[in-house]
Every structure is written in C-alpha cells, then in structure tokens.
C-alpha cells in the first residue's frame, strides 16, 4: 500500500527520532539500518494470533488487525502532513494519534528540526505492511506488531536556505517495526507506540 502525502514545503514531523538518524545521522547514538544480507532478504516470519481464553478477540484474525493497521498508520502519516506548530489544533490531532515512546520521539524529532531550521520536503511512502503478532497484553490494552517497509526515496531535509542536509548514501528503504496499541479491549482505535528500524537483515530491498 502506498500513502498518497501533501508535496513539497510541509513541515515533515512523520519521521521520528529513528528515521532521522537514518535521513541526516545527526541524533547522538543513532545508527543508519544496517546493510542488507544478501543471503538472507526474507521478511520476519509471521506468528499466528493468540487464541483467546476468556473474551473475544478485538480483532478475529491477522487480516482484521492488518487492516486496522494500515488504516491507523495512513491517518497518522496523514496527520503529520498537516502538522502546523506545536500547540497548534493540526499538531494536537497528529500527537493525539501516538502513545508511548513513539509520543516521545515525534516532540523529540520535531523540536531538532525547529531547532536548527530544517524542514521535511516531499511524500513519505509506506508498503508491504504485515503483521508479526497481534494480541491481549495484561493490562487489558491490544497490541498489534508489524513490519513495513518506509520510503524515503520522495523526500528531503533542507535548511532555511533550502539546501539539502540529507546524507547522500542514507538508504531509500528503510524496514520498519511498527507497533500500533488498542487503548482497551474495547476500542479499535489504534494508536502508534514505537517505530523503531529494524535491526535484522533489510527486507525492504
């Protein structure tokens, strides 16, 4: 699936801190991906979904919560799209989207960026979404865990003179684990966790 994203001089805030390493290299103690085994380009093999014991799944199957997520993860690219400045009405809706680290690591990402002037230029794409596990956590919250593919191939970083401060050899493709979060065994509204790069050998080839 790709994500049709507004184009040119928006105020990128989608790539979080992890991503950014990845585009610019500029956060202390981040790493690029690393580079793809060519023995080995096989996406992470898909667990099946827990059977439940007590109450109903909140989502009956994988493509169920498949579904949920790309639904989820296309809102949220969206929503950060149209970010305007933090406190702004746009910007509350985007980070209204997101929980946890993933919270975190956008008010992180976004302060660099306004920091040192850069902004986001371009579409951010996404695709080859799966799900590894999806399931109850303990405390009664839904957690769904996927891996998808994030293209940077239509997108820059530039400064206030609008030159480019993107590394020239950062990858294009960068495989990504995507964990969405279900407030309560009540709400299908998922909501993004984490996003970090994925660690194992590139899928996104």
């Known amino acids: 699936m790709r994500t049709p994203s507004r184009h040119l001089r928006v105020h990128r805030v989608v790539l979080t801190a992890a991503v950014l ?40 199957s994988n493509d169920e919560a498949l579904a949920a997520a790309k639904a989820a993860y296309t809102k949220y690219l969206s929503a950060g799209d ?29 302060q660099l960026m306004d920091d040192r002037g850069w902004s986001f230029t371009g579409i951010t794409l996404f695709d080859s979404m799966s ?36 590394k020239p050899d950062r990858p294009l493709r960068v495989p990504m684990v995507v964990v969405f979060i279900a407030p309560d065994e009540n709400s299908q509204q998922l909501l993004i966790s984490e996003s970090p790069v994925w660690s194992g050998s590139n899928f996104c080839s």
């Open 82 to 110: 149209a970010a305007g400045a933090t406190g702004s009405d746009s910007w509350n809706q985007y980070m209204a989207l997101m929980t946890g680290t993933e919270h975190k690591d956008a008010v992180e990402a976004r």
């Open 131 to 166: 799900v590894q596990s999806s399931q109850e956590l303990t405390d009664s919250t839904w957690e769904v865990r996927t891996y998808l593919c994030l293209d940077l191939s239509a997108t820059g970083t530039v400064n206030l003179a609008g030159e480019s401060v993107v």
């Open 21 to 60: 390493c990845v585009a610019v290299g500029t956060l202390s103690g981040c790493k690029a991906a690393p580079d793809p085994d060519t023995s080995d380009m096989q996406a992470p093999a898909v667990e099946d979904t827990p059977t439940p014991t007590e109450t109903p799944p909140l989502f009956a």
